[in-house]
């Protein structure tokens, strides 16, 4: 029964930044994790970032140094703050919830960024 809802996306230059924000409705009581993953047209959907219950974070190797995922428990809310963006991080984005069994997906937001 959980519903998640990502906004912040948009179009930036490279270089620029953007903040992602997903809101969790219903229970993620007991989670696993949270993260970030994104598709390019033609791609895969590949991760990008998550927050396990704990708090420890991982990146994928191409995030490091440039992104940094966040929640907040109260708000039932995972961020991703992206800074120094490139044309390659064009994609939409969808936010993440494991919770075992299951995985929950968001809708998607854009981002484009231009060279």
């Known amino acids: 029964q959980v519903q998640l809802v990502e906004s912040g996306g948009g179009l930036v230059q490279a270089g620029g930044s953007l903040r992602l924000s997903c809101a969790a409705s219903?229970?993620?009581?007991?989670?696993?994790?949270m993260g970030w993953y994104r598709q390019a047209p033609g791609k895969q959907r590949e991760f990008v970032a998550r927050i396990i219950r704990g708090g420890t974070t991982n990146y994928a190797d191409s995030a490091k140094g440039r992104f940094t995922i966040s929640s907040d428990n109260a708000k039932n809310a995972v961020y991703l703050q992206m800074d120094s963006l490139k044309p390659e991080d064009t994609a939409v984005y969808y936010c993440?919830?494991?919770?075992?069994?299951?995985?929950?997906w968001g809708q998607g937001t854009q981002v484009t960024v231009s060279s």
């Open positions: 219903g229970s993620i009581f007991g989670f696993n994790a």
């Open positions: 993440n919830v494991y919770q075992f069994p299951n995985d929950y």
